[in-house]
C-alpha cells in the first residue's frame, strides 16, 4: 500500500458492485466496528426478550377462560405473565412438570408445548444474535483509499539530469516493484498476505502458442504461426482496477501482446575491431544487428563484442522500443521495414547467454545450448549463438462496455498513442472518457519494454536458476515464460497505477513531482478507489444495520404498546374483562398484594393496576421482633412479638435482654383464589 498520507476511509460509501441499495456501506475501525458488532447483538438480544413478551401475552390471553381451571394452569398463566425471558419460562415451565404429576393429568404433554416455543424463541434470536456479524460479510472485504497527495506523478526540475535520473528511477522503482508483486502473486493461489494489495490477486489472460508471426512473413524463426499471443479480453475499470462506480461510468482496457524469436541471418554482420571505431581491443570481433537505426546515434540497432563469451559474464538482455504511429521525436529506435508496425509497440529484446553453461542441453530458440564440452567429470553445454533476439508488440484498446455492437463503442486495437489519441472519440460519458484517459497517461509504461528496462539480466526467470554461472536445465518453452513473466509484470504495473493515483506515488525520488487533480471529476475520482482491506478495518451492510434495527425496533414497540392497546379494544368493545382481568392479577405485584392483603398487612390502592400502592406515608413489614415459621401442613404462619430489645440468639429465637419471652400470637393465612370463575 502507498504511503505518502494514504490512509482508509471511515465512514458511509456505496459500493457499486453490489448498487446503491445493497452497496450501502460503512466502514469503520477494527476498534469501533466491535463495538458496533457488539451493540447488535445486544440489540438482537433485546429484541428476542421483547418478543418473548409478545408471544407470552399472546398466549395468556388466549388461554385465560371464566370456566375453572386446575391450578397447573394458572401456574402456567403466571409464568406467562411474569417471566421476562425465554430461558427463564423453558425452565420455570419444566420445574411444573414433576410436583404436578400425580395432582393433575398430563402435566407433561401439557407443559412440552410452551417450553418448545420458549426455547424456539431462545434458538431463534441466539442464532440472530450470532448472525447479525454477517452483516458485515455482506458488505465484503472492500474498502475506499484515500490520500491528500492524490494524483499522478511528473517530471520537474531545472536540471536535465535530474530530470532524467528522476525519471529513470521512479520507472525502474515501479518496474521493480510490480515484478516483485507478479513473482508473487500471478499464478499463485496461496493467500499471501503481499497479494492483498489490490482489488483482484491477478489479471486473468487467454494464450495462444499458435499466433500470426506479428511482422513479415519469414521474420520469426519457425513457422509463420509460431508467434505467442497474450490477451487479456476487457479489463473492466470497476471490478478489475477497483476504479469505484457504478456500471454507467465504467470503461474497459485490453492489452495484447506478441512475441516470437526473430531469424538473425540477413541482419547480422560479422566485423574485426578496428582502430576506427574505437570499440573494444585489437584482435576483438563484433556482431552488429542491423534491425534499424537508433535516431541520432548509430546506423546499427546493437552490436556484440564476441570475447565476452569468455569473459565470466553472465546473461546481458538488452532492450529498445519503438512507440508505433509516433514520430522520430518520441522514439530512439526506427525498426527496419520487416519490422515496423504503425498499429503496434514493438520492443526488441537482445539476449547474449555470454559465458553461461548449461547442465543439460536446451532446445529453446532464446537459450538455445547444445556446444558440449568437459570437465573432468561432467558434461557441460554452451550456446549455440552470441546473441538471440526476440520481438514482441504490444497494442492496446479502450470500450465502453455499455455500448457494445454500436459506433465507435471501442477504440481500434492499436499502439498505446493511437490507442489514447482515439478516447476522446468514444460513445461515452464524461466520467468515462476521464477515466480512459487517466490510464493512458501509464499505458505506455505497460509494454514489454516497460517490464524489462533497466533490468539487465535480473527480468530473466531462468537467472532465478543460475548458480555461479551454471544453469539448471531449462524447459523448451522458456522464451513463452520469460514473455509470461514480462506481460504479468505489465499487468501488475497496471493494477498500480490504479491504486497510487487515489493514495499518491509512494515513491518520488528528486526532479518528480505530483501533479494533482484539476477538475472535479479527476478529484472525485480521488475518492473512488477500493482496494481489499488487510484486516484493520471492519465494513457493515447498512441494509443489514438498517434492517436489523428496524426489525427489532418494531418488536420492541409493538410490545410497548400491545397490552394498552388490547386492553383499550377490550374495553371499548366490552369483550374479554376477564382476560384483563386475569393479566392483572397474575402480575407479580399484584400476587405479593393478595399475599399481604390476606396476611392484614397495608392497605392497598390499584387492584387492576399493574403496579398496586399503598397509601402516602405507610410503611409495614412483618411486625419488629417477629420470627416467621410456616406450617406446610395448614398454611399457617407462626410468628413472636418481642420487645425492641430483643435480639436473635443462635437458636434463631429472639430473646429479650432480660430472657422474658413475649407472647406468642398465630396468624393464619388462607388460600386466596387469584382468578374469579
Keep these: 500500500m502507498a504511503s505518502g498520507g494514504a490512509y482508509i476511509y471511515h465512514g458511509f460509501w456505496i459500493n457499486w458492485s453490489h448498487g446503491r441499495v445493497l452497496g450501502s456501506t460503512i466502514t469503520l475501525s477494527n476498534r469501533d466496528g466491535s463495538f458496533l458488532t457488539a451493540f447488535l447483538a445486544l440489540f438482537v438480544a433485546v429484541a428476542g426478550s421483547q418478543l418473548w413478551r409478545i408471544l407470552s401475552f399472546t398466549l395468556h390471553q388466549a388461554r385465560a377462560s371464566r370456566d375453572s381451571r386446575d391450578g397447573l394452569h ?18 420455570e415451565f419444566t420445574r411444573l412438570v414433576i410436583p404436578w404429576w400425580k395432582h393433575t393429568t398430563h402435566s407433561f404433554w401439557r407443559s412440552l408445548p410452551l417450553v418448545l416455543l420458549a426455547l424456539l424463541n431462545l434458538a431463534f434470536f441466539g442464532a440472530a444474535g450470532i448472525l447479525s456479524a454477517e452483516v458485515t460479510r455482506a458488505a465484503g472485504n472492500e474498502t475506499l483509499v484515500m490520500s491528500p ?19 529513470q528511477s521512479k520507472v525502474l522503482n515501479d518496474t521493480i516493484t510490480a515484478a516483485n508483486y507478479a513473482r508473487a502473486c500471478y499464478g499463485n493461489t496461496g493467500n499471501v498476505l503481499q497479494c492483498n494489495s489490490y482489488m483482484k490477486q491477478q489479471i486473468p489472460w487467454k494464450t495462444n502458442v499458435n499466433a500470426t508471426c506479428p511482422f513479415k512473413s519469414g521474420t520469426c524463426l519457425g513457422t509463420n504461426t509460431a508467434a505467442y499471443e497474450m490477451d487479456t479480453g ?83 538482455l538488452y532492450e529498445i522500443q519503438w512507440l508505433g504511429g509516433s514520430d522520430t521525436s518520441s522514439n530512439a529506435w526506427l525498426p527496419t521495414a520487416a519490422l515496423n508496425r504503425t498499429d503496434a509497440d514493438i520492443t526488441l529484446l537482445f539476449l547474449a547467454q555470454n559465458s553461461i553453461t548449461y547442465q543439460a542441453p536446451c532446445d ?95 527480468a530473466l526467470r531462468a537467472s532465478e536458476t543460475v548458480y555461479n554461472k551454471d ?43 505530483v501533479v494533482k487533480p484539476q477538475d472535479a471529476i479527476s478529484r472525485a475520482m480521488c475518492r473512488a478507489q477500493k482496494v481489499r482491506d488487510t484486516g484493520a478495518n471492519t465494513s457493515f451492510s447498512v441494509l443489514g444495520v438498517a434492517l436489523i434495527i428496524a426489525l427489532g425496533g418494531v418488536i420492541i414497540l409493538t410490545n ?15 369483550r374479554g374483562d376477564h382476560c384483563r382481568l386475569q393479566w392483572a392479577l397474575d402480575e407479580k ?3 405479593q398484594r393478595v399475599a399481604y392483603e390476606e396476611a392484614g398487612i397495608g392497605k392497598w390502592q390499584g387492584l387492576m393496576n399493574t403496579v398496586p400502592v399503598t397509601a402516602r406515608g405507610e410503611a409495614f413489614g412483618l411486625a419488629a421482633g417477629r420470627d416467621g415459621k410456616i406450617d406446610p401442613r395448614r398454611g399457617v404462619v407462626h410468628a413472636r412479638s418481642e420487645s425492641s430489645s430483643g435480639k436473635f440468639e443462635n437458636d434463631g429465637l429472639l430473646e429479650e435482654e432480660k430472657g422474658i419471652r413475649g407472647q406468642t400470637r398465630e396468624i393464619e393465612i388462607g388460600a386466596h383464589h387469584l382468578h374469579s370463575s
Excluded at 541520432?296 to 569473459?311: G, P
Excluded at 570437465?375 to 457494445?404: E, W
Aim: hydrophobic share 35%; charged share 15%.
Design 560 to 574: 410497548m404498546i400491545l397490552e394498552p392497546v388490547v386492553g383499550w379494544i377490550q374495553k371499548r368493545a366490552n
Design 74 to 91: 394458572h401456574q402456567q398463566q403466571a409464568i406467562l405473565r411474569n417471566t421476562g425471558s425465554a430461558i427463564g419460562a423453558a425452565y
Design 234 to 316: 476487457p479489463i473492466d475499470s470497476h471490478e478489475m482496477l477497483g476504479i469505484n462506480a457504478p456500471q454507467e461510468d465504467r470503461i474497459t482496457y485490453r492489452k495484447v501482446t506478441t512475441c516470437a524469436p526473430l531469424h538473425t541471418a540477413g541482419f547480422v554482420q560479422l566485423e574485426n575491431y578496428t582502430a576506427e571505431n574505437q570499440q573494444g581491443v585489437p584482435g576483438d570481433q563484433f556482431q552488429r544487428f542491423y534491425y534499424g537505426p537508433v535516431v541520432n546515434v548509430s546506423n546499427e540497432t546493437f552490436f556484440y563484442n564476441t570475447h565476452a563469451y569468455i569473459d565470466n559474464f553472465g546473461y546481458d
Design 589 to 591: 405485584l399484584q400476587l
Design 364 to 458: 529453446d530458440p532464446m537459450f538455445s545450448a547444445h556446444d558440449a564440452y568437459n570437465t573432468s567429470s561432467t558434461v557441460f553445454y554452451r550456446s549455440d549463438r552470441f546473441v538471440n533476439v526476440m520481438g514482441c508488440i504490444d497494442q492496446h484498446q479502450y470500450c465502453n462496455p455499455n455500448a457494445l455492437g454500436q459506433d465507435y463503442a471501442c477504440t481500434e486495437l492499436s499502439s498505446s498513442g493511437g490507442a489514447g489519441f482515439a478516447i476522446p472519440h468514444l460513445r461515452a460519458n464524461n466520467v468515462q472518457l476521464l477515466t480512459a484517459s487517466r490510464l493512458a497517461v501509464y499505458i505506455s509504461a505497460l509494454t514489454t519494454y516497460g517490464s524489462v528496462y533497466g533490468r539487465g539480466a535480473s
Design 149 to 167: 497527495n492524490c494524483g499522478t506523478w511528473g517530471i520537474q526540475s531545472n536540471s536535465k539530469i535530474r530530470r532524467v535520473a528522476g525519471f
Design 471 to 513: 544453469q539448471a536445465p531449462l524447459p523448451n518453452n522458456q522464451w513463452q515464460i520469460e514473455s509470461s513473466s514480462w506481460f504479468a509484470t505489465s499487468l501488475a504495473k497496471l493494477q498500480r497505477t490504479a491504486v497510487e493515483y487515489a493514495t499518491g506515488p509512494d515513491f518520488l525520488p528528486d526532479g518528480t513531482v
